[in-house]
């Protein structure tokens, strides 16, 4: 059995609803706070929808990345390994920063190149909770210098902590989202295909709304201060098939899902994006970049309209309540 999930309402109720509005935390600009965070990330990852789904890391200089106002991303062409860059395209976004288990995403369409950078029209501009880098142990786990190193794609596939996906809707709006595990708990193949788990996470479910819609996916798949990386392009559908979920259990925790990967495309790529860091993990530069302050912020300026977004405003307006929110559910909700 298979079980695929078919319909948005039955994948709302697998990972549970959502507690406020869908884009409560959402805005349609690049504020303050993501002006510093841009400002601190030396790591992108960027997703680019055409005919053909594709995904690059990118890397630099802190700062590499900018806003050159609050509606436009612009990134140097040289600092991605592959770019898409056509007029119009759906682009997604995900920043990393030293020591942050969030990440900054940034959502929109291609605006054009001058030949030296691209400029992204921003359409959205929300932080993503730590839980994936958590469980990845991202910034912590050592360069894996002494062991044997992983001979085929399937060995080095064994060996990685974290994924990133790339999805689009109907509409080419791109979501590029990490999902992250103990070494062997995160890619596994089960008849004929690979599969992955979809532990809690803040229940938006983007990306997998994004496979009933367009199951395509591009993914990466990492190891923490290793250029060597797995590249993934094929149709996903997300499943609620008990026993390949049993299978990617960890401590006994069963996910709500798994989603089956079937590749068009299992390659092993160097990472010249993850090559340009000589340390792991890389420098940090001094910020002041809060994630609570920036989730309560965001949440605040954000366009959701109605009774509830109001009364969430209200809540998150409580001194110390998304601290404690986000303490409570990185400790109790990871699995």
Not at 240 to 248: F, Y
Request: hydrophobic share 45%; net charge neutral; proline share 7%.
């Amino acid at each position: 059995m298979t079980d695929f999930v078919t319909d948005a309402m039955q994948l709302q109720d697998c990972v549970g609803r959502l507690p406020g509005p869908r884009d409560l935390k959402v805005i349609d600009h690049l504020d303050a706070h993501a002006l510093r965070w841009l400002a601190a990330s030396p790591l992108l990852f960027a997703g680019f929808a055409g005919q053909r789904l594709a995904l690059s890391a990118g890397s630099g200089a802190p700062g590499f990345a900018r806003g050159d106002t609050p509606h436009l991303l612009s990134i140097p062409l040289q600092a991605l390994d592959t770019a898409h860059a056509h007029v119009g395209a759906g682009f997604g976004s995900l920043f990393l920063v030293p020591g942050l288990g969030e990440t900054l995403r940034v959502n929109g369409r291609i605006a054009g190149d001058d030949g030296t950078r691209v400029f992204v029209a921003v359409e959205e501009c929300y932080l993503h909770c730590a839980k994936a880098l958590l469980r990845a142990d991202w910034w912590h786990a050592e360069a894996r210098t002494g062991a044997t190193p992983p001979e085929t794609p399937e060995e080095l596939l064994a060996s990685c902590r974290l994924l990133i996906l790339a999805t689009a809707d109907a509409e080419g709006h791109v979501d590029v989202s990490p999902r992250g595990d103990r070494a062997g708990a995160l890619l596994q193949a089960h008849r004929d295909a690979w599969w992955f788990a979809d532990r809690p996470g803040n229940r938006r479910v983007d990306s997998l709304g994004n496979l009933l819609a367009r199951p395509q996916l591009a993914l990466l798949a990492l190891r923490p201060g290793s250029a060597r990386c797995v590249r993934i392009e094929g149709v996903a559908r997300p499943s609620t098939d008990e026993a390949i979920r049993n299978a990617l259990a960890v401590d006994g925790r069963v996910p709500h899902l798994a989603v089956r990967v079937l590749p068009a495309l299992l390659e092993e790529t160097h990472s010249r994006a993850l090559g340009r860091f000589d340390r792991w993990p890389p420098a940090a530069i001094a910020h002041d970049l809060d994630p609570p302050t920036i989730f309560r912020d965001h949440v605040r300026l954000s366009g959701a309209r109605g009774a509830q977004a109001t009364l969430m405003r209200a809540a998150v307006s409580v001194p110390g309540v998304v601290r404690k929110g986000l303490q409570a559910d990185y400790k109790k909700n990871m699995y």
